[in-house]
């Protein structure tokens, strides 16, 4: 099987999601943003390397820290981690509710397109940034939430050597980052990167896991693994308009949900039909609130699956888009039409 047999309108995907690579969101006091343009930009850019050295971003400039995996393995981030390696790295706090679980969802549905590779030459790593709260046992637990494989390990260490890699990989803004009223407050973003190259660049949890699997297995490799697929581009698809309620399953929801079976979080096929209509407009509008309220069925959604639903801060024309999206896949998949089982680039 070819994982890497990416569909045709990958490109209208990608378009939409820089589109919202910018976004700031906001959620239970805790504001995460997107990558900005000026902070720590050193690694973000390809660098020219003489004969004969090494990268710039080698040894000399990352710190070599001693982390600690969800099983209690001791590794030297420079040594084990990430030397002349390529790898995804994502900054996370197991006690946040709302978007550190939508990036680790976004980056397994990356992982499953990457099948095998991973952890052969193609390297995930989530560090903890709240390493009092995160020790192995609750990382190991938390990674299990998500059904993450042994190939792609979960750390915690000191925090003042984690906050160091953070500025290290220009994912540490000290405006965010230094909130007193949220110590773990952070920017939502990763970074993906190839050390042997000196190639860095951050993402963002909103991109189409296709094109993020594209950039680690072909782009960040220099291109050296031959393509299988033999298909002409001149039979390539036409590329479809999504529809607003498409872009918005795509980039916030097909990383939890799908159509036709259970992912992170539960199914959505029939589900406009399977639920009060008053339920669930305020579910996708304020999940937050009626967890704390502990309504019964979000309850029993969050008992089941693990996950709390994040608030993607939603309006009222985005949930009516969203409904009016999930009823046409659910009536695609009712007539035998194939749709999209993750809402992904027509997957």
Same mark, same amino acid.
């Given at each position: 099987?070819?994982?890497?047999?990416?569909?045709?309108?990958?490109?209208?995907?990608?378009?939409?999601?820089?589109?919202?690579? #910018?976004?700031?969101?906001?959620?239970?006091?805790?504001?995460?943003?997107?990558?900005?343009?000026?902070?720590?930009?050193?690694?973000?850019?390809?660098?020219?390397?003489?004969?004969?050295?090494?990268?710039?971003?080698?040894?000399?400039?990352?710190?070599?820290?001693?982390?600690?995996?969800?099983?209690?393995?001791?590794?030297?981030?420079?040594?084990?981690?990430?030397?002349?390696?390529?790898? !995804?790295?994502?900054?996370?706090?197991? *006690?946040?509710?709302?978007?550190?679980?939508?990036?680790?969802?976004?980056?397994?549905?990356? !992982?499953?397109?990457?099948?095998?590779?991973?952890?052969?030459?193609?390297?995930?790593?989530?560090?903890?940034?709240?390493?009092?709260?995160?020790?192995?046992?609750?990382?190991? !637990?938390?990674?299990?939430?998500?059904?993450?494989?042994?190939?792609?390990?979960?750390?915690?260490?000191?925090?003042?050597?984690?906050?160091?890699?953070?500025?290290?990989?220009?994912?540490?803004?000290?405006?965010?980052?230094? #909130?007193?009223?949220?110590?773990?407050?952070?920017?939502?973003?990763?970074?993906?990167?190839?050390?042997?190259?000196?190639? %860095? /660049?951050?993402?963002?949890?909103?991109?189409?896991?296709?094109?993020?699997?594209?950039?680690?297995?072909? %782009?960040?490799?220099?291109?050296?693994?031959?393509?299988?697929?033999?298909?002409?581009?001149?039979?390539?698809?036409?590329?479809?308009?999504?529809?607003?309620?498409?872009?918005?399953?795509?980039?916030?929801?097909?990383?939890?949900?799908?159509?036709?079976?259970?992912?992170?979080?539960?199914?959505?096929?029939?589900?406009?039909?399977?639920?009060?209509?008053?339920?669930?407009?305020?579910?996708? /509008?304020?999940?937050?609130?009626?967890?704390?309220?502990?309504?019964?069925? !979000?309850?029993?959604?969050?008992?089941?699956?693990?996950?709390?639903?994040?608030? /993607?801060?939603?309006?009222?024309?985005?949930?009516?888009?969203?409904?009016?999206?999930?009823?046409?896949?659910?009536?695609?998949?009712?007539?035998?039409?194939?749709?999209?089982?993750?809402?992904? *680039?027509?997957?």
């Amino acid at each position: 099987m070819n994982p890497l047999n990416f569909p045709g309108n990958l490109l209208t995907t990608l378009a939409a999601t820089l589109l919202l690579v #910018n976004v700031t969101l906001a959620h239970d006091g805790v504001t995460h943003q997107a990558p900005s343009s000026d902070a720590q930009p050193v690694v973000t850019a390809s660098v020219a390397v003489k004969p004969g050295t090494s990268t710039v971003w080698g040894r000399d400039y990352f710190p070599n820290p001693t982390l600690i995996t969800q099983d209690g393995e001791k590794v030297r981030f420079f040594d084990d981690l990430i030397e002349g390696k390529v790898v !995804a790295i994502n900054f996370i706090y197991t *006690s946040c509710e709302e978007l550190c679980p939508l990036e680790t969802a976004k980056l397994k549905r990356v !992982a499953e397109i990457l099948g095998d590779r991973v952890g052969k030459d193609i390297f995930f790593y989530s560090i903890s940034i709240d390493p009092d709260i995160d020790t192995p046992t609750v990382l190991k !637990a938390y990674k299990k939430k998500f059904n993450v494989g042994p190939e792609w390990p979960f750390l915690t260490g000191n925090r003042a050597d984690i906050i160091e890699l953070r500025k290290k990989l220009g994912l540490y803004i000290d405006d965010i980052q230094n #909130n007193p009223d949220n110590p773990n407050d952070h920017n939502l973003s990763m970074i993906i990167g190839n050390q042997a190259t000196g190639r %860095w /660049m951050k993402r963002s949890p909103f991109e189409d896991p296709y094109v993020m699997a594209t950039q680690m297995s072909d %782009w960040l490799h220099n291109w050296k693994t031959a393509s299988v697929n033999t298909k002409d581009y001149a039979d390539a698809p036409k590329l479809k308009k999504m529809v607003p309620g498409e872009t918005i399953f795509r980039t916030r929801c097909s990383s939890c949900h799908g159509f036709g079976k259970d992912g992170v979080g539960p199914d959505l096929q029939g589900v406009t039909k399977q639920r009060d209509p008053a339920w669930l407009v305020r579910w996708l /509008m304020e999940p937050d609130k009626m967890l704390a309220e502990k309504d019964p069925l !979000a309850m029993s959604l969050f008992n089941r699956y693990k996950v709390r639903m994040p608030n /993607m801060g939603l309006t009222t024309q985005d949930v009516e888009d969203l409904i009016n999206y999930m009823e046409a896949e659910t009536e695609k998949l009712s007539n035998g039409t194939v749709a999209s089982s993750a809402g992904e *680039s027509g997957e």
